[in-house]
Nanobody, 125 residues
Framework: QVQLMESEGGSVQAGESLRLSCAASPSDTSAINCMAWFRQAPGKEREGVAR????????SYADPVKARFTISQGNAKTTVYLQMNNLKPEDTAMYYC?????????????????WGRGTQVTVSS
């Protein structure tokens, strides 16, 4: 069973940056192909933010974060980062790392069914 561990989030001012990390353990990539970040703001549904194919490195983003957020892999293929720049108050949410077992396209948000515990990001104006 893959376990996902997110780094601590934080509280920042609007316009500042923050980087989150997520490590999957065990680190063997043979069981998973895709990792992603989701977020859930108070009173709202969880939404996909960014996803990455662990074997090709290709990534995609939700419209609200395009050009501001970047998902990337570390030297350990199953460690992913979310670099968040120019943060806005509407980015305030609990952020979750996610994956799913198996191989295939990474662009179906509904496929992600294995979750980390989440980490809080708060952006004040």
């Amino acid at each position: 069973q893959v376990q996902l561990m997110e780094s601590e989030g934080g509280s920042v001012q609007a316009g500042e940056s923050l980087r989150l990390s997520c490590a999957a353990s065990p680190s063997d990539t043979s069981a998973i192909n895709c990792m992603a970040w989701f977020r859930q703001a108070p009173g709202k549904e969880r939404e996909g933010v960014a996803r990455i194919d662990l074997h090709t490195g290709s990534s995609s983003y939700a419209d609200p974060v395009k050009a501001r957020f970047t998902i990337s892999q570390g030297n350990a293929k199953t460690t992913v980062y979310l670099q968040m720049n120019n943060l806005k108050p509407e980015d305030t949410a609990m952020y979750y790392c996610a994956t799913w077992y198996g191989y295939g396209r990474c662009d179906l948000w509904a496929r992600y069914d294995t979750w980390g515990r989440g980490t809080q990001v708060t952006v004040s104006s």
